[in-house]
């Protein structure tokens, strides 16, 4: 179909600007209507000599006020065509955000990042032309040649209805081409978003890629893509402009035939002078409206293709909304939990833990274990496990994510620093922060006199934190999670590939906290897990052994081995260490 039925109900408001924008276009048609048969009077006059000066005066003043109105009504047709766009991208942009919002943190499991940039960027832009300039235009090609038509076919009849039986021929060449244009641009957008994934990702991966000198590899890469990409947007130019020619073929051939007509008819009497100039003089209009529609067909079936895209993001499944909360108390118990990212390969495998309020609770085991999955699943951030995750009496699956982000915080090991100012950063722990809780929690975490001798809370921050060292950063990152005051912290390898006296400074906030607050520690150091009020020793997705550190040390078992082979290593030349 020519029109997009959804992507318009999807943007109600669009449909009275797209009516104003046919209704000034119409207008300004029924003007130069009007201008082209005064001058023809005007010429048949001066043919005959019979000018008047009355005459004179009064074609001038209509002439004139034609010309003002035909003004005003193109002004009106791109205002019209600029509010239709602009709701367009309003409301475009904000459904997408708003499922962005739904979708939840999660979302990146069920949409590539780029594919949603792109589709709210350039694919929303792409739908400007659909409906500021393609809808008007084809509402009114359809209006345009009947008003010809019905004008015409007083002056001739035969003239008239040879040029309304060239006009459908347009829309006929439009249809022929549009399957082919469909998949073609099928094709088109899906080069285009996968030439945007690998730009994304190696830019993201530049500085690894530069280390290990892969760089030019990748660039071979993208070459590659970007080679097969010019060669689909050549493939799309190649069709739009052939189609294009074709068009043009139709209109002016028709227009040549109208006027053909018009002369023969004036040639043997039937038609009067103001007529044929009539004729001829609005011949073109027949078919123009229709071949601006073709030009912007090509543009808009980009779009259409654009929106499909769209409308695929906006019916990714949602989970229902939940509304219920978390208890009053925040005892975090896991029942029988199994879990597998793959249908065959099990994660977790009938993990029992028990969580209570204001203890200190440590996760170990080896790389790959489960350890972070269980951090993920308790956060609400995956779905679909076997047993029960349940907050304060409640099932997490019932919980809402608002609800989930308040009252659990967690820290990992890249912790997120934005660009801008530590001021900036801290509020996105709790927005209403004022700078004494601020400096607080900085002086907490020990980066105060720092942040202090480097320009206070205004202190500048690039991206990604880069001119912080990565202990600095993680240590900004805490006093962030402590600022957001919620019942409950996990971390997640929170100390990993930071500095010693970092480490040390976040294990003291740490083993604080727990006084007050429910903290689940995942390491895989065990020097940092000693003061745990109990210890989960993990082992292939399952618990291996549970109980504190002097109990675990003593056995002959998983745990006491890790301890010893970690003691050994941090001991290695003779250093006194946490273990000796
Ligand atoms: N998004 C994912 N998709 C598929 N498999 C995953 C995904 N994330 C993790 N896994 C797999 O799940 C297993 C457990 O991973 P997890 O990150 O929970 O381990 P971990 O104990 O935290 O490891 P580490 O100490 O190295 O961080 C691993 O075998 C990993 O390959």
């Given at each position: 179909m020519m029109i997009n039925k959804r992507l318009i109900n999807t943007v109600p408001e669009s449909k009275k600007h797209i009516a104003g924008n046919v209704a000034a276009q119409w207008i300004s048609l029924v003007g130069n209507i009007i201008i082209i048969f005064t001058i023809g009077r005007i010429l048949e006059a001066l043919r005959m000599n019979s000018l008047t000066i009355q005459q004179g005066v009064t074609t001038a003043c209509i002439f004139a006020a034609c010309v003002a109105v035909r003004f005003c009504c193109a002004r009106a047709a791109s205002r019209e065509s600029y509010l239709a766009s602009k709701s367009v991208k309003k409301t475009l942009r904000e459904l997408i955000y708003r499922k962005l919002l739904r979708l939840g943190s999660s979302y990146t499991e069920k949409a590539a990042t780029a594919e949603v940039v792109q589709a709210s960027v350039e694919g929303v832009e792409q739908l400007e032309t659909y409906f500021g300039s393609y809808l008007p235009q084809f509402f009114y090609s359809m209006l345009s040649p009947v008003t010809l038509f019905i004008v015409l076919s007083f002056v001739s009849m035969k003239a008239a209805v040879v040029l309304l039986l060239c006009v459908p021929l347009i829309p006929v060449s439009i249809i022929a081409v549009q399957k082919f244009a469909k998949k073609l641009l099928a094709k088109y957008w899906g080069q285009y978003t996968k030439m945007g994934d690998s730009f994304l990702e190696n830019l993201q991966g530049l500085t690894t890629l530069k280390v290990y000198q892969a760089d030019e590899y990748k660039h071979q890469e993208m070459n590659k893509e970007a080679e097969q990409f010019r060669k689909i947007t050549m493939k799309v130019l190649t069709m739009q402009l052939n189609s294009i020619t074709v068009m043009d073929l139709i209109a002016y051939g028709g227009a040549a035939l109208g006027v053909i007509f018009s002369v023969l008819e004036f040639k043997a009497g039937n038609v009067g002078f103001t007529g044929c100039f009539a004729i001829i003089m609005l011949a073109a209009d027949f078919f123009l409206p229709l071949r601006a529609l073709g030009s912007f067909f090509h543009v808009a079936m980009n779009g259409m293709a654009a929106s499909d895209r769209i409308f695929a993001l906006l019916d990714l499944p949602e989970d229902e909304e939940k509304e219920a909360h978390i208890g009053k108390e925040k005892v975090i118990d896991i029942e029988g939990l199994s879990f597998s990212y793959e249908a065959d390969r099990a994660v977790l495998r009938n993990i029992h833990m028990s969580f209570p309020e204001n203890s200190f609770t440590a996760i170990v085991g080896e790389s790959g274990c489960g350890k972070s999955t269980i951090a993920s699943l308790v956060m609400g951030m995956r779905s679909g496990y076997e047993g029960s995750i349940r907050i304060g009496g409640r099932e997490i699956t019932e919980i809402s994510e608002a609800d989930i982000m308040q009252n659990i915080t967690l820290i990992s090991m890249g912790s997120y620093i934005f660009k801008g100012t530590v001021r900036d950063n801290l509020l996105i722990g709790r927005p209403d922060a004022d700078e004494k809780s601020m400096w607080r929690a900085l002086k907490?975490?020990?980066?105060?006199?720092?942040?202090?001798?480097?320009?206070?809370?205004?202190?500048?921050?690039?991206?990604?934190?880069?001119?912080?060292?990565?202990?600095?950063?993680?240590?900004?990152?805490?006093?962030?999670?402590?600022?957001?005051?919620?019942?409950?912290?996990?971390?997640?390898?929170?100390?990993?590939?930071?500095?010693?006296?970092?480490?040390?400074?976040?294990?003291?906030?740490?083993?604080?906290?727990?006084?007050?607050?429910?903290?689940?520690?995942?390491?895989?150091?065990?020097?940092?897990?000693?003061?745990?009020?109990?210890?989960?020793?993990?082992?292939?997705?399952?618990?291996?052994?549970?109980?504190?550190?002097?109990?675990?040390?003593?056995?002959?078992?998983?745990?006491?081995?890790?301890?010893?082979?970690?003691?050994?290593?941090?001991?290695?030349?003779?250093k006194e260490g946490q273990y000796a």
């Open positions: 907490k975490v020990n980066l105060a006199d720092f942040i202090k001798s480097a320009g206070g809370l205004e202190m500048g921050i690039s991206e990604r934190g880069s001119n912080l060292s990565g202990g600095q950063c993680q240590r900004l990152a805490l006093a962030r999670a402590l600022l957001h005051d919620s019942p409950v912290y996990i971390f997640d390898e929170a100390t990993s590939n930071i500095d010693v006296e970092s480490e040390n400074d976040i294990m003291e906030v740490l083993i604080k906290l727990a006084r007050t607050k429910t903290v689940i520690l995942i390491s895989h150091r065990l020097a940092n897990v000693v003061m745990a009020d109990k210890i989960y020793v993990m082992s292939e997705g399952r618990i291996a052994e549970t109980g504190r550190h002097e109990t675990l040390a003593a056995k002959d078992g998983l745990y006491a081995r890790l301890w010893k082979t970690q003691s050994e290593l941090e001991n290695y030349g003779g």
